[in-house]
């Protein structure tokens, strides 16, 4: 354990955090887009797919150069997706059992490589491995220069192409008939997200990349309808998940940098799920339990009324059983209508007489002709 | 300047060994509302999106006032099935109309004052001035179809090519789209329309095609829409 102070002080975990932060933004703008469009698995086969390429780099030229190293990877993972994407196209397997198929394949040949590489003789091959999960602080001052540089082009592009992006990610066939046709667009977005992925490689590993791509961008759509908002939030969740996880990782010695970093954004996401105000689980349940309320005490309401129209005198009071006519009363039922009398009351628009019996008010009267021209006018 | 507005010649589809479409000869005049009826799977739809270039024919060619689709987009609106989009995507009513404007816009510039403008006016021919900031999601079937409706007219097109307009919408919404239709017409616009409803064909519209792979026939509602042709188009079942 290092103490926070000195961590933060640390001249190259700064720059490695930096790194981390673009990684972050760049993938959680593209992970929304792969998140709409239900490509979310696409990256993945991506990222796993470009292990044997790595490796298979490195055991041809025998030196770790990053730069040769994610060619290898860009290489392998393309030829991967491309396999994924002529299986579905020309064969009868389905695009999920291709996927998995590839994906697993290409990994499997990656360890494979990699154990073989081991053996050899070769002072250089250590820190290959860290590809798998990941890890931050192998990154070099100048692979942060490079992750920096392509991830302010991917974000330029994205800004540029905004409107395109947009109208095929909602609408492709209206998108083409418009004149944005949708093959250069997906080619175009496809291109800059598995350069997205690539570059996270080396810091978040092959297994975890797609997790930092699709995570924030499903948190993101928990609090917002509204594209813009959902792509800055989840480039602030990418950003927030990739500058944490770093630091935490960099905390605990050994622990790679890409658990970390999905940790970090999991809990970002589960948090959103439950307590975002747009979809999130909580809020919907409180919101639906207050619209079953106040329909119930509309109806409770109404129920007097009418029971009090059959009277000569309507300010008689009623029995609490004499609410739920026809219906056969359970006791969750009648504790309904129990806690809506008592709401009721609270408005004023009942008065409770003796014990267990209820009368409509004048403003009770008011509130039934209010809720039966809102219902559609009923005759009164 | 050629007799026909929109010429259709020796057009096959094929997406598998079966062709969808076989052999499509059709020449639509200016100003008519046509709709396009025919049994599930006689290629109403395939129709409509080869003569838009959205699916490639095997043989044949469309052309639009004697030219082709590329040179003519501009004067071309849409509108897709309903279905053909996720409802759910994070946006609203107002973004989806002015999506319309983005090919007179063309590729990186945003869309401006004018075309703001444009898709507030489009919003209000149909309706929908009520629902204008909200999600799509939370819209009705009928609601949904009038964007869709909105976002053609705001491409301010010549002719206009609709994916079954009236799918899932209720008899008043049904009305309030024909009068829009109709109005198209009388403004000397050319409307196609994959149609369902046998019933209303003679009241909604000028010209029809029948078609079930082939088309079977097409022209004045009057003159080709009769008991023997549908008997045709359909099998013996109608």
């Known amino acids: ?13 700064q720059i490695v955090t930096l790194g981390s932060a673009m990684l972050g933004v760049v993938s959680g703008v593209l992970g929304s887009f792969a998140v709409l469009r239900k490509q979310s698995l696409l990256g993945d086969a991506v990222s796993h797919a470009a292990l044997p390429g790595i490796v298979f780099v490195f055991l041809l030229t025998g030196i770790k150069q990053t730069e040769m190293l994610l060619l290898g990877a860009l290489i392998s993972g393309l030829l991967g997706t491309l396999i994924i994407i002529s299986i579905d196209r020309y064969t009868r397997i389905k695009f999920d059992s291709a996927l998995g198929l590839i994906l697993s394949s290409f990994f499997g040949l990656g360890l494979v490589l990699l154990t073989y590489i081991q053996k050899i003789p070769n002072a250089n091959q250590a820190g290959l491995e860290s590809f798998i999960f990941g890890q931050a602080s192998t990154l070099l001052k100048r692979d942060v220069y490079i992750m920096i540089a392509l991830g302010t082009i991917i974000l330029l592009i994205v800004g540029l192409l905004w409107k395109e992006l947009k109208i095929f990610s909602f609408d492709p066939e209206f998108a083409q008939s418009l004149g944005f046709p949708d093959k250069k667009i997906n080619i175009i977005l496809s291109s800059i997200t598995v350069v997205a992925i690539i570059i996270g490689l080396q810091s978040v590993g092959v297994i975890l990349m797609s997790a930092l791509l699709i995570a924030p961008g499903v948190a993101a759509r928990q609090w917002t309808d509204q594209l813009s908002v959902m792509v800055i939030l989840a480039a602030t969740f990418g950003l927030m998940a990739g500058v944490l996880g770093t630091v935490l990782s960099s905390l605990v010695e050994n622990m790679p940098t890409g658990p970390a970093i999905v940790i970090v954004i999991s809990l970002i996401v589960f948090l959103s799920l439950f307590l975002a105000t747009k979809r999130g689980l909580l809020w919907r349940h409180l919101q639906m339990r207050k619209n079953s309320r106040a329909i119930n005490e509309e109806r409770v309401l109404t129920a007097l009324y009418q029971l009090a129209l059959n009277h000569d005198d309507i300010y008689h009071a009623h029995q609490t059983a004499m609410l739920n006519p026809g219906e056969a009363i359970t006791r969750k039922a009648d504790k309904n209508i129990v806690n809506s009398l008592h709401a009721l009351r609270a408005k004023g628009y009942v008065r409770s007489d003796y014990f267990d019996t209820w009368a409509i008010t004048d403003a009770g009267i008011e509130q039934v002709s209010r809720i039966m021209v809102e219902n559609g006018g009923e005759e009164l | 300047m050629p007799k026909y507005l929109i010429e259709v010649e020796d057009m096959t589809v094929a997406y598998e060994k079966k062709p969808v479409l076989w052999d499509i000869d059709l020449k639509i005049p200016k100003g008519v509302l046509m709709a396009i009826v025919g049994p599930n799977g006689a290629g109403k739809s395939t129709l409509i999106k080869a003569m838009l ?15 082709d689709y590329h040179s003519q987009r501009r004067y071309i609106g849409y509108v897709p099935q309903r279905e053909s989009v996720d409802w759910d995507f994070p946006t609203s009513v107002f973004d989806v ?13 945003r869309p401006g004052r004018k075309e703001k403008e444009k898709a507030l006016d489009a919003i209000k021919k149909v309706g929908m001035e009520e629902f204008i900031d909200r999600q799509i ?5 009928g609601q949904q179809q009038r964007v869709f409706l909105a976002r053609a007219l705001v491409q301010d097109a010549d002719i206009y090519f609709m994916d079954e307009p009236l799918q899932g919408v209720d008899a008043r919404t049904e009305k309030a789209i024909i009068r829009i239709l109709q109005k198209l017409r009388t403004n000397g616009k050319t409307v196609v329309v994959v149609h369902h409803d046998l019933q209303t064909v003679q009241e909604y519209f000028d010209w029809v095609t029948l078609l079930n792979t082939k088309i079977i026939k097409y022209g004045r509602v009057e003159e080709v829409f009769n008991e023997d042709n549908l008997k045709i188009t359909y099998g013996k079942i109608v």
């Open chain 1, 1 to 13: 354990m290092i103490s926070i102070e000195a961590l933060l002080s640390d001249y190259t975990l």
């Open chain 2, 53 to 67: 270039d959205l699916v490639k024919p095997i043989s044949g060619k469309v052309l639009f006032n004697g030219a």
């Open chain 2, 97 to 109: 109309v002015l999506m319309g404007t983005y090919g007179q816009i063309g590729w990186i510039k």
């Open chain 2, 137 to 141: 999601s939370q819209l009705s079937g």
